[in-house]
């Protein structure tokens, strides 16, 4: 867990001892509340295969979250829908994108 710098922690213990008051208006409040709720229906389902390596690793990075792994995986596609996730190595496009290695085909003849 990230450590928290004293300015966290002075908003943190004003908040435990109700020090804190809202600054948002009835109207705003609600146009926030209903932002969220059209935000979090999810009202599709999808199925995906992804490699067993990637499960986990995606697994492993909810638990250190503390979110479930599909929970996890909706959210990042959200981000990259809606442009809030970086790419640290830029946008890919048809240009840039290199193909796939090629995966060495094993039997066990």
Avoid: C, W
């Amino acid at each position: 867990m990230p450590k928290i710098d004293d300015n966290e922690l002075d908003v943190l213990s004003a908040f435990e001892k109700g020090q804190l008051k809202s600054v948002a208006t009835k109207a705003e409040l609600a146009k926030f509340k209903a932002a969220a709720r059209a935000t979090a229906i999810k009202d599709r389902r999808v199925n995906i295969r992804l490699s067993s390596g990637d499960l986990h690793d995606i697994q492993v990075k909810a638990l250190e979250e503390g979110v479930p792994y599909q929970t996890l995986i909706a959210s990042v596609l959200h981000k990259y829908v809606t442009g809030r996730l970086a790419d640290r190595l830029g946008p890919i496009t048809s240009t840039t994108r290199k193909p796939a290695a090629k995966r060495r085909a094993t039997s066990d003849r």
